[in-house]
């Protein structure tokens, strides 16, 4: 992996969604670094900015009620922020795809699957495709997802769930994309349907050489498919780390990390209930002073409550937790 050139980094992004009497904070000035051929898990509960993160970096936000405040995007070493729409365009779908959260309502149902993914192909055709050209990479992409060519011609309707979870990742492969978003990608799946698709994500990831972030709220895909793991909560991130580092090391998580991996069933243990984390996400348009996960934190101290936690790096694993500050001093 080339750590010199990442093919994605974050400084400090900060979002807000604006009503006439309300401000929310979405993104709260996180840092990310994605390098090249990585696969990053973004993980936290619904509310935590995950997917406003993803759209920022396609700048796919609402333009009525999202701003984004401050901060950097850079996709290969270029601002993301900085360039004209008709640049992104040629970015977006190209050398940056997303498969969205919902399959049901990602596809047109009135135009057949094989045009959805042919709109793609014909949008990006800087090497001059023909029609035919076109049509043989709709067959193969189809092809790789696990759905038959003769299909391409039916619509929406006549899939499954999990046909058309395949028929999204499809469109968003078409052009061979540099980095990959997959938010909740498995959702609406069965668990036996669930892992087909990660493993076929994982084999497209390797066909392609794609970076991806895979957006979700489930420990076990991100122990399956990632590199890396960010934990977002309230629009920070609060613990970001290697996979060694993460599920390697019992003793030095976030607390809110902690319950995030105590509200996993485990097979192994004599326990039969989950220890689910207290309380709700705070509201967004009025969070707490302090850390943010005080009100829910069973290690709460005074400092938590009014002092914002500083960045804790210890052997290249990050934690914002005034617990920690102490290790390290």
């Known amino acids: 992996m080339n750590k010199e050139n990442p093919i994605l980094e974050i400084r400090n992004l900060e979002v807000i969604y604006q009503s006439r009497k309300r401000e929310s904070k979405a993104v709260n ?23 406003t993160t993803a759209l920022s970096i396609l700048r796919l936000l609402p333009e009525r009620t999202a701003r984004i405040l401050g901060g950097q995007i850079l996709f290969d070493n ?30 047109n149902p009135v135009v057949p699957i094989g045009e959805q993914i042919k709109e793609a192909l014909v949008l990006h055709n800087s090497s001059g495709r023909s029609k035919k050209e076109i049509d043989d990479r709709t067959d193969e992409i189809l092809s790789l997802v696990g759905i038959n060519p003769e299909r391409k011609s039916q619509y929406p309707h006549e899939f499954s769930g999990g046909m058309k979870q395949r028929v999204v990742i499809a469109m968003a ?36 050489q794609m970076s991806m972030i895979i957006i979700t709220h489930d420990l076990g895909i991100v122990a399956k498919t990632c590199d890396k793991v960010a934990v977002m909560y309230a629009g920070e991130i609060i613990e970001f780390g290697t996979f060694e580092n993460f599920f390697c090391q019992d003793n030095r998580h976030h607390p809110y990390t902690v319950g995030l991996f105590g509200s996993i069933p485990k097979i192994d243990t004599d326990e039969e209930r989950l220890h689910p984390i207290d309380g709700l996400m705070p509201d967004p348009t009025n969070l707490p002073s302090g850390c943010k996960f005080h009100p829910r934190c069973p290690k709460c101290m005074e400092i938590c409550k009014t002092s914002l936690p500083n960045d804790t790096v210890i052997d290249g694993h990050m934690i914002k937790c005034h617990l920690f500050v102490e290790v390290v001093e």
């Open 29 to 51: 000035k996180i840092n990310l670094v994605l390098n090249r051929k990585e696969t990053l898990g973004l993980v936290g509960e619904t509310g935590a900015g995950k997917t």
């Open 78 to 107: 270029k601002s993301i922020l900085e360039i004209g729409e008709k640049e992104m365009q040629a970015i977006r779908g190209e050398r940056i795809s997303m498969i969205f959260q919902d399959p049901m309502t990602s596809l």
């Open 173 to 208: 492969l078409a052009c061979s994309p540099e980095l990959l978003i997959a938010d909740e990608p498995t959702t609406a799946l069965d668990v036996t349907i669930q892992a087909q698709v990660l493993e076929m994500m994982e084999d497209l990831k390797q066909r392609f």
